[in-house]
């Protein structure tokens, strides 16, 4: 069996463009509008000579959802479910978010190793992952997906225990 890895997060933080990085596909849809990834997508990716599944995930959003938004939020629980770690993708521009604490708040009681990536951080410093400790998943990894700075170390991390 391959390690699995979850992308998980909000809509529009940029984890189907991690997805299409980290599987060199065109398989996610990578839109400017949020959320329009409604099924899980699965890839696969090699670090290395090592190879890996990523499942890509709608946007995840656990309380007070109903209707398509609801699936979206099963479709993440369901990837958690399947991984062996998740990533869990922030957004440095947006900066930290009430949606980001609540699925932190999830994510630390899912019983998964969880690496916390902040995305959209090319040209940005240390300081733009401060205020992302308080999720309490531990170092935030500043990342750019778009970019590919930092994509290798995360998935080491997520894959360093399988
Ligand atoms: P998802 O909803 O989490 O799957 O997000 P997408 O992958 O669809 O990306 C949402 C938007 O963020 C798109 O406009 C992407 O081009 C943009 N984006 C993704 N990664 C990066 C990044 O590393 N840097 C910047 N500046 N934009 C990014
Ligand atoms: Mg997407």
Known sequence: MLPVIA??????VGKSTLF?????????????FAG?????????GRVGPRPYLVIDTGGFEPIRTEGIVKAMANQAELAIE?????????????????????????????GR?????????????????????ELGLGEPLLI????GQGVRDAVEAALADF
């Open 20 to 32: 299409n990085r980290l599987t060199r596909s065109r398989d996610a849809i990578v839109a400017d």
């Open 82 to 110: 399947e991984c062996d770690a998740v990533i869990f993708v922030c957004d440095a521009r947006a900066g930290l978010t009430p949606q980001d604490s609540r699925i932190a708040d999830f994510l630390r009681r899912c």
């Open 144 to 147: 750019s997906a778009a970019h």
């Open 7 to 12: 992308l998980v997060g909000r809509p529009n």
């Open 36 to 44: 329009l990834t409604r099924d899980r997508q699965y890839g696969q």
């Open 113 to 133: 190793k969880v690496i916390l990536c902040v995305n959209k951080a090319e040209g940005l410093s240390d300081i733009a992952k401060a205020e992302f400790y």
